[in-house]
């Protein structure tokens, strides 16, 4: 049975902001100072990350 396997943290990869899942609200709050507030955040979770965890073996 496959397991998920939510990211608590992504980072951007245009200017390095990094964000922090909070459970009590169910959403991203932000854990750094850095980033720019008009970049149009490209999350490092995008795409590669493959929520599906298959059991080794
Ligand atoms: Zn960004």
């Known amino acids: 049975m496959a397991e998920?396997?939510?990211p608590d943290r992504r980072r951007c990869t245009r200017c390095g902001?990094?964000?922090?899942?909070?459970?009590s609200n169910?959403?991203?709050t932000i854990a750094g100072d850095e980033?720019?507030?008009?970049?149009?955040?490209e999350w490092n979770i995008n795409?590669?990350?493959?929520?599906?965890?298959?059991?080794e073996g």
């Open 4 to 6: 998920l396997n939510r």
């Open 26 to 28: 169910h959403n991203w």
């Open 17 to 23: 902001r990094e964000d922090e899942w909070n459970e």
């Open 47 to 55: 795409g590669t990350h493959n929520p599906i965890v298959k059991p």
């Open 35 to 41: 980033g720019r507030p008009f970049c149009l955040h």
